[in-house]
């Protein structure tokens, strides 16, 4: 405080945030000091001091909220990210920086739109315009390509997150690969293919033999 205040004698303002500790209560002071000229000449300063006690406990609340908020986004698997409702990326966590095989400081700032087509470009722009304070989420699936090339089918719930008087400020965006579960299901169908056809090829034939089997009936009596 000593020196703050020598080098706003001097002319050059500054700011400090204090915090009093006592037996029973605890406070948290902003304190501007700002040169000024007294009447007679001589230098001096000035404190603007306000309680910003409330606000303090709050923004620790949050900073608490968030490292937990961040040290659950670590440990999972999906893909997690936060953004601007221009797309543009607040927060990632490890496993999206592995899928898009960035780190976090090449990623943070900047928009992500996923890579693929543009049909689902369209689906996705929709589901986002349905987002809405009453209906928060809504889930996508789509193909997309990743960095290295690879298409990969993937499944994404995004979260509307919007202020007290209903307006967007970004999304909370959940997702997995679903490579594995599409593949069955497209074994599974083509199986289900390959068994309706069979099945259709066997019923002809039996068709035709009892066809056959009734002229030979007819022919011998």
């Not at 205040?5 to 037996?23: F, H, M, N, Q």
């Not at 953004?83 to 400081?105: A, Q, S, W, Y």
């Not at 689906?123 to 990743?146: N, V």
């Not at 069955?184 to 034939?205: D, G, I, M, Y």
Request: net charge negative.
């Amino acid at each position: 405080m000593t020196d703050i205040c020598k080098r706003a004698v001097l002319g050059t303002p500054d700011e400090i945030d204090l915090s009093l500790t006592g037996k029973k209560m605890q406070r948290v002071l902003h304190i501007r000091i700002v040169p000024i000229v007294f009447d007679d000449g001589r230098a001096g300063c000035s404190f603007l001091i306000e309680d910003i006690t409330e606000l303090a406990m709050i923004r620790q609340e949050i900073e608490i909220c968030e490292k937990e908020l961040r040290m659950v986004s670590e440990d999972l698997t999906e893909f997690v990210f936060r953004c601007t409702p221009d797309g543009i990326l607040k927060r990632v966590n490890h496993p999206f920086c592995i899928r898009m095989d960035r780190k976090p400081e090449e990623l943070l700032g900047f928009p992500y739109e996923p890579v693929i087509s543009h049909g689902d470009i369209e689906r996705l722009s929709k589901i986002k315009r349905e987002i809405t304070p009453s209906s928060p989420t809504q889930t996508i699936s789509f193909k997309a390509i990743q960095p290295d090339g690879m298409v990969a089918f993937e499944e994404w719930t995004y979260r509307g997150i919007f202020t007290e008087n209903g307006t967007l400020s970004g999304y909370l965006a959940v997702g997995h690969d679903i490579s594995k579960q599409k593949h069955l299901e497209e074994q599974l169908n083509t199986f289900h293919a390959s068994f309706e056809a069979l099945v259709k090829q066997r019923t002809k034939e039996m068709r035709q033999a009892n066809q056959d089997l009734m002229k030979e009936i007819a022919r011998r009596e």
